[in-house]
DNA sequence: ACCTGAACACCGTTCAAGT
DNA sequence: ACCTGAACACCGTTCAAGT
């Protein structure tokens, strides 16, 4: 029989946690006492599996691009894959409270995962005939225009007024689908 | 003789030293006690002016969008407006410490100013030629796209990886001239 | 009208010490 | 290896009291 090790307190256990504590409380009740206490043990224990909020803050965003990523499904050009995934991201921002925020503040968990990161997410863009250098730019404004969106569109008051004269949704869509369309092919 | 009032305190100079504050500090030191301390004041005398710090971060955002409207000079069409005030944004945006960070915090100071501002800058666009929904609508992509780069752009690690493949501004550039010629026109 | 002093209820993080 | 207890240096905000 194998040693089982105690699990203890797991890196996956501290960010699932913490996105129940975000629901529950937003962006502001988020800290690392709240998290440790939902957790059942005392703050400085969570510095033994983390090095800093920071970090944690860093492993959610990676979470919520990675969950884009993998309902990004295969395309048939890279304009539609772009589109897809830019509306995967959008779902994902806004399925978590705060998300955009979130993401806004949080770095990758570490440049070499930024890399890895990166790279992965050019890979299909690059299969269906962009250059590395092209793959990388169009990702960026894809995500850009969709972090801003989605940033945008939470931010309260405005919200509420501009809610009067558009559908968020659809805006963002057509929003997407011109900037897309506007990409150079080569 | 007119007997002068005292100025005291002015909520200007409140978000001027703050900006001071967020360019010595960045957005992790921008603290109402260090601001008090900043203007020779003790923390609760700021609450007579201010209702609290979200106030600040929203003036100061308002500031940022000022300055970009009003660096945004005369234009022949709707598409060359967008376009001069995009990159007027990303230069107000990136020449402050910071800036894109607080912009995705700051709420706006109240859904009153908040609504004055959307009106302001539709203004110009109706003038071109665009209806009240488009207005709001291409207004509303452009700055997202721009907020959302600027974010990304100033976030760390990812950032020194892309910057061996890229040229930051020059792709904004055309990621935003991609964007604005994608846009719709009646 | 405008500001201070003192206090309340929190933070993130460190570090010795326990097991 | 993994966690606790206690502490440090902070926060934002309220509120009585001063002038």
Redesign the pocket.
């Known amino acids: 029989m194998v040693q089982h090790?105690m699990p203890?307190?797991t890196r996956d256990q501290i960010v699932a946690e913490a996105f129940n504590l975000l629901e529950a409380e937003g962006l502001e009740g988020l800290?690392?006492?709240?998290l440790a206490a939902r957790l059942k043990?005392?703050?400085?224990?969570l510095?033994?599996?983390v090095n800093?909020?920071?970090e944690v803050l860093g492993m959610m965003a990676a979470d919520i691009y990675a969950a884009a990523y993998s309902r990004t499904g295969p395309a048939q050009d890279w304009r539609e894959w772009l589109r897809q995934f830019g509306r995967a991201l959008h779902l994902s921002l806004t399925s978590h409270r705060d998300g955009a925020r979130l993401c806004a503040i949080g770095r990758p968990p570490s440049p070499t995962d930024a890399i890895a990161q990166a790279g992965r997410i050019a890979a299909p863009l690059t299969a269906l005939g962009l250059n590395d250098q092209q793959a990388l730019a169009h990702q960026a404004a894809v995500i850009s225009f969709t972090l801003g969106w989605t940033t945008f569109e939470a931010n309260g008051p405005m919200r509420d007024f501009l809610r009067q004269m558009m559908d968020f949704d659809a805006t963002f869509s057509t929003g997407l689908d011109s900037l897309v369309k506007g990409l150079p092919d080569k």
Chains 1, 2 share one sequence.
């Not at 800290?31 to 709240?34: D, I, P, Q, T, Y």
């Not at 043990?41 to 224990?45: I, K, R, S, T």
Request: proline share 11%; glycine share 0%.
């Open positions: 090790p203890s307190l800290s690392m006492r709240r043990v005392q703050a400085p224990a510095y033994w599996h800093d909020k920071a």
